[in-house]
């Protein structure tokens, strides 16, 4: 069973005293966060590359299973043409070269604004990437969820092109009104988009963005467990990344999703007690 499940950051202010150690700073962070996830979704590379530095830290930091599944940067998939921008995708990967043994998948999340007529540029871009690495695609364009012939054109690409069909789960966060100011954020930034479920490539990956309030989340991701544990059977490793809608509470919804799957997490770090010379 090859199960990957993360998280969308290592750090967050709220995690030292239950997913992290106190007292550690913040670039230690992914020490504790790797000894209980063994991936991660790498969002700041959407913003910007990481610089060398930080790469090998990361990898020095990380045990040999961990998986780093990062983003393509914003000016490949929201700047341009897609077809333009094959250069600076293959150059991005080569950056990555100190992470080379553990890049997880690659992720190209597209604008809503990209839809069927990227589709072209879509093939020329995958088709130019270096077959030793895993890809995604997420797409947001309505188009791509009306199981039209634009959605059939976009899945007979990706199970040519043997790239995985990224699925967003955001249902429990538009679940109900928004009564949190980070439920308002969440709504206003998460996309809304029909779940269909799909395995486009031997890695699919769900991404589940959940309700702060857990209570909520139950009735969605429940109706995963089969699906997952089927890919799963089929010899298909699984990426599966938690989110929440401040992220506040992602480690322990990632948890309770992993004793669901019979996959149970290590102890949290910071919820261990304090050794006995560390109390005084």
Same mark, same amino acid.
């Given at each position: 069973?090859?199960?990957?499940?993360?998280? $969308?950051?290592? #750090? &967050?202010?709220?995690?030292?005293?239950?997913?992290? *150690?106190?007292? +550690?700073?913040?670039?230690? %962070? =992914?020490?504790?966060?790797?000894?209980?996830?063994?991936?991660?979704?790498?969002?700041?590379?959407?913003?910007?590359?990481?610089?060398?530095?930080?790469?090998?830290?990361?990898?020095?930091?990380?045990?040999?299973?961990?998986?780093?599944?990062?983003?393509?940067? $914003?000016?490949? #998939? &929201?700047?341009?043409?897609?077809?333009?921008?094959? *250069?600076?995708? +293959?150059?991005?990967?080569? %950056? =990555?070269?100190?992470?080379?043994?553990?890049?997880?998948?690659?992720?190209?999340?597209?604008?809503?604004?990209?839809?069927?007529?990227?589709?072209?540029?879509?093939?020329?871009?995958?088709?130019?990437?270096?077959?030793?690495?895993?890809?995604?695609?997420?797409?947001?364009?309505?188009?791509?969820?009306?199981?039209?012939?634009?959605?059939? *054109?976009?899945?007979?690409?990706?199970?040519?092109?043997?790239?995985?069909?990224?699925?967003?789960?955001?249902?429990?966060?538009?679940?109900?009104?928004?009564?949190?100011?980070?439920?308002?954020?969440?709504?206003?930034?998460?996309?809304?988009?029909?779940?269909?479920?799909?395995?486009?490539?031997?890695?699919?990956?769900?991404?589940?963005?959940?309700?702060?309030?857990?209570?909520?989340?139950?009735?969605?991701?429940?109706?995963?467990?089969?699906?997952?544990?089927?890919?799963?059977?089929?010899?298909?490793?699984?990426?599966?990344?938690?989110?929440?809608?401040?992220?506040?509470?992602?480690?322990?919804?990632?948890?309770?999703?992993?004793?669901?799957?019979?996959?149970?997490?290590?102890?949290?770090?910071?919820?261990?007690?304090?050794?006995?010379?560390?109390?005084?």
């Amino acid at each position: 069973m090859s199960l990957y499940l993360g998280l $969308s950051q290592w #750090s &967050h202010p709220d995690w030292p005293g239950s997913l992290l *150690r106190r007292g +550690l700073k913040t670039a230690e %962070h =992914l020490g504790d966060y790797a000894r209980v996830f063994n991936t991660v979704e790498g969002n700041t590379s959407f913003y910007g590359v990481p610089d060398h530095h930080s790469l090998l830290r990361w990898e020095a930091m990380t045990p040999a299973h961990f998986r780093f599944t990062f983003k393509f940067p $914003s000016f490949v #998939s &929201h700047q341009g043409r897609l077809e333009d921008n094959i *250069r600076a995708a +293959l150059d991005f990967i080569d %950056h =990555l070269r100190p992470l080379h043994p553990k890049l997880g998948m690659l992720m190209l999340q597209l604008p809503k604004s990209s839809g069927p007529e990227q589709l072209q540029g879509l093939s020329a871009l995958l088709g130019a990437l270096p077959r030793s690495f895993d890809y995604g695609v997420e797409v947001r364009h309505p188009a791509f969820f009306a199981k039209g012939e634009e959605e059939r *054109r976009l899945n007979r690409l990706l199970l040519e092109q043997g790239v995985n069909r990224i699925i967003m789960d955001s249902r429990p966060v538009f679940s109900c009104p928004p009564t949190t100011p980070a439920l308002m954020d969440a709504q206003a930034k998460k996309p809304k988009v029909p779940v269909h479920i799909i395995s486009t490539g031997t890695r699919p990956m769900v991404r589940f963005i959940g309700h702060p309030d857990p209570a909520y989340n139950l009735p969605y991701w429940q109706p995963w467990l089969p699906r997952l544990r089927g890919w799963l059977d089929q010899g298909k490793s699984v990426y599966l990344f938690v989110h929440t809608a401040d992220n506040r509470l992602a480690p322990a919804l990632a948890a309770e999703l992993a004793a669901a799957l019979g996959a149970p997490l290590p102890a949290f770090p910071g919820a261990a007690p304090a050794p006995q010379g560390e109390l005084f």
